[in-house]
């Protein structure tokens, strides 16, 4: 089993990168409109503290999870709206409080965590490795939403990878949610990462291929740019296919984001 201490490292880094962001905002600022429909500032980072909350609760109360994984399902279009609206109506320094101390508590309950757990969630049961990963992908997506709100540009690091790996092994999810088949040839993954080095996933004989930035990438898969906007291409109509649908998180199919132009 992978060792989760470097995903967990940078968990934490990405964190604190986005808490150096919001932590000195005005009000005014908090309640900034972002890229997502209806989500202030405010709403992003409810969103993250409350997402961090049921992932803590996964770790340390499978029961009483599962009583609120039967919330969600109940109600899939409207739950985590509803969960970011309450965060968002607290006072800002409030909110940031709540979000610094819930992310803090999550660390430290999945490095204490066994090796080998398996922790229940809203898709498959997550590893502490992946629980992490998921929490990294969420924080530098409404990240983006929140540097685009702000007009701040963002330095990619190589944190970046992990949001890829979720992007490709999300590949046939991302199918199955708007209940398409998903391909069953192989698909060989080529990214630049920010450092120049190239990140590869897939057989390096599959004829299906795509290739990009790896921010370009992550972009795509959090649907934080449309696909006209990005350097990412694709060979091969499975390839092309997925690119058009690619989502890296769980749930219902996004929306996405207009072009530029569109916008």
């Keep these: 089993m992978s060792d989760p201490t470097v995903v967990l490292d940078d968990l934490r880094s990405e964190s604190d990168e986005l808490d150096r962001l919001v932590g000195e905002l005005s009000a005014d600022d908090w309640a900034r409109p972002t890229p997502a429909p209806r989500w202030s500032i405010a709403h992003q980072i409810a969103h993250l503290a409350w997402t961090d909350a049921a992932a803590l609760l996964a770790v340390t109360d499978a029961e009483a999870f599962a009583v609120e994984t039967e919330k969600a399902f109940a109600a899939p279009y409207s739950f985590v709206d509803e969960g970011a609206e309450q965060g968002a109506a607290q006072p800002p320094a409030e909110l940031l409080a709540r979000w610094r101390e819930g992310r803090e508590q999550l660390q430290k309950a999945l490095r204490a965590a066994p090796a080998g757990s398996r922790f229940p969630w809203y898709g498959p049961p997550m590893s502490v490795a992946s629980t992490a990963t998921g929490r990294l992908m969420e924080t530098w997506a409404h990240g983006q939403d929140i540097a685009d709100a702000l007009g701040a540009v963002r330095e ?8 890829a790996y979720i992007g490709v092994r999300a590949r046939d999810y991302a199918f199955g949610v708007r209940s398409l088949t998903p391909p069953t040839a192989p698909i060989r993954v080529e990214l630049t990462a920010p450092g120049g080095e190239m990140w590869t996933y897939g057989p390096a004989e599959a004829e299906q291929k795509v290739s990009g930035p790896a921010l370009d990438f992550c972009l795509l898969v959090t649907q934080r740019a449309n696909r006209a906007d990005l350097a990412v291409r694709a060979e091969g109509e499975d390839a092309d296919r997925w690119l058009d649908i690619a ?6 199919a996004g929306p996405g984001r207009a072009p530029k132009e569109a916008r």
């Design 156 to 163: 990619p690091t190589d944190r970046l990878r992990h949001v």
């Design 247 to 252: 989502q890296a998180f769980a749930g219902p």
